[in-house]
C-alpha cells in the first residue's frame, strides 16, 4: 500500500496536468442560432474589437475570429468594413459591404446607399440601393434621414432638378408626418434653398435658407449659399452679413451637423476658403 500511493499521486497529477492542456476553444455551435450568433458578437465585438481603437490591426483580427466562427453574421463584415471606409479604402471596403448586404439587406441595404452617396459620390448606384431597400421598408430611414432626402442629393448632384424636388418634397412630407406639424430637419431646408439657387428661383431659395438657419443660426452653408441668393437679387448688404456669419461659424467649428462629417464632405459643403473668396469680390 505504502509504494502505491505515491504512484496514484503520480497519475492524478498527469491526469489533471492533461485536462489543463485541453483546448479552450467553445464547442461549435449552430450558425443560425440568433442566439449562438449574439454571443460570437459579445464575444468578439462588444468584449473584443469594440474595447480598441478601429486604427489597430487587431480590429480586423477581432472582426476575422467572428467569420471563421459563423460566416453568415453580416455585422461582422460591416464591422470589418467601417475602418476601411473611414480611412478612404473604398476598393478593399466595398466588397464587406456587399456581403453584408448579400447576408441582411434589411438591414444594410440603405446604409450602403448612404456610403455610395456621401463618400463615393456613386449617385446612380446609391438611387439604386435607396429604391430597393424602399420595397423592402417602406417610409424607412438612415443616419436619420428618409430616404427620399438622399434620393434628393442623388439628383441634386447629377442635374436631375425636377425629380430632386419630388424628393425633397416627399421628405418633407414624411417629416411632417400625419399632423403636418412635424418638424423638418434643417439639412433638407439647406438642400432645397440650395436646389431653388441652382434654378435660380431666388425667392424660393432664400425661403428655404432662412428657415434653415431658423432651425440653426450657424449653419455654415446656409448662410453662405443664403449670401448667393441676396447677391443674385442685388442685395449686397444683407449678402455680406451672412457671408460673414458663415466665416464665423466656420472658424468656431461649425459644421452641416451630420453622421460621419470628418470622413466624407457632403454635397455643396463650403470651407472657410470659399467664403473668403466670395468676400473678396464683394470688395471685402
Known amino acids: 500500500m505504502g509504494k502505491s500511493w505515491p504512484l496514484f499521486l503520480s497519475l492524478l497529477?498527469?491526469?489533471?496536468?492533461?485536462?489543463?492542456?485541453?483546448p479552450t476553444q467553445a464547442a461549435p455551435g449552430d450558425c443560425s442560432s440568433k442566439a449562438y450568433q449574439d454571443t460570437l458578437v459579445a464575444r468578439y465585438l462588444d468584449r473584443g474589437a469594440h474595447r480598441i481603437s478601429y486604427l489597430s490591426?487587431?480590429?480586423?483580427?477581432?472582426?476575422?475570429?467572428?467569420?471563421?466562427?459563423?460566416?453568415?453574421?453580416?455585422?461582422?463584415?460591416?464591422?470589418?468594413?467601417?475602418?476601411?471606409?473611414?480611412?478612404?479604402?473604398?476598393?478593399?471596403?466595398f466588397p464587406l459591404i456587399d456581403k453584408a448586404v448579400?447576408?441582411?439587406?434589411?438591414?444594410?441595404?440603405?446604409?450602403?446607399?448612404?456610403?455610395?452617396?456621401?463618400?463615393?459620390?456613386?449617385?446612380?448606384g446609391a438611387l439604386a440601393d435607396f429604391r430597393r431597400v424602399a420595397k423592402l421598408k417602406p417610409n424607412g430611414?438612415?443616419?436619420?434621414?428618409?430616404?427620399?432626402?438622399?434620393?434628393?442629393?442623388?439628383?441634386?448632384?447629377t442635374g436631375n432638378y425636377k425629380q430632386a424636388e419630388a424628393d425633397f418634397s416627399e421628405d418633407m412630407r414624411l417629416q411632417s408626418g400625419t399632423s403636418g406639424q412635424g418638424e423638418i430637419?434643417?439639412?433638407?431646408?439647406?438642400?432645397?434653398?440650395?436646389?431653388?439657387?441652382?434654378?435660380?428661383?431666388?425667392?424660393?431659395?432664400?425661403?428655404?435658407?432662412?428657415?434653415?438657419?431658423?432651425?440653426?443660426?450657424?449653419?455654415?452653408?446656409?448662410?453662405?449659399?443664403?449670401?448667393?441668393?441676396y447677391?443674385?437679387?442685388?442685395?449686397?448688404?444683407?449678402?455680406?452679413?451672412?457671408?460673414?456669419?458663415?466665416?464665423?461659424?466656420?472658424?468656431?467649428g461649425y459644421r452641416l451637423n451630420e453622421d460621419n462629417i470628418f470622413?466624407?464632405?457632403y454635397p455643396g459643403q463650403i470651407t472657410e476658403f470659399e467664403v473668403t473668396q466670395a468676400l473678396r469680390k464683394m470688395g471685402k
Open 141 to 157: 430611414r438612415e443616419m436619420d434621414h428618409t430616404y427620399a432626402f438622399f434620393a434628393g442629393l442623388c439628383n441634386l448632384e
Open 57 to 93: 490591426p487587431r480590429w480586423g483580427l477581432y472582426c476575422d475570429s467572428l467569420i471563421a466562427a459563423c460566416p453568415n453574421i453580416a455585422y461582422a463584415y460591416q464591422q470589418k468594413a467601417m475602418p476601411l471606409i473611414k480611412c478612404g479604402d473604398y476598393a478593399k471596403a
Open 263 to 265: 470622413y466624407a464632405n
Open 185 to 229: 430637419h434643417f439639412n433638407t431646408l439647406f438642400y432645397a434653398g440650395r436646389l431653388a439657387l441652382q434654378r435660380q428661383q431666388y425667392p424660393q431659395a432664400q425661403a428655404y435658407l432662412e428657415r434653415c438657419l431658423k432651425a440653426y443660426a450657424q449653419h455654415p452653408e446656409g448662410n453662405y449659399y443664403l449670401a448667393l441668393a
Open 231 to 252: 447677391r443674385a437679387q442685388g442685395q449686397e448688404e444683407p449678402a455680406r452679413q451672412h457671408l460673414d456669419a458663415a466665416q464665423r461659424a466656420l472658424i468656431s
Open 13 to 22: 497529477a498527469l491526469a489533471r496536468l492533461g485536462h489543463c492542456q485541453q
Open 102 to 124: 448579400a447576408l441582411d439587406a434589411n438591414k444594410w441595404l440603405a446604409y450602403r446607399g448612404f456610403l455610395k452617396c456621401i463618400f463615393t459620390k456613386d449617385y446612380a
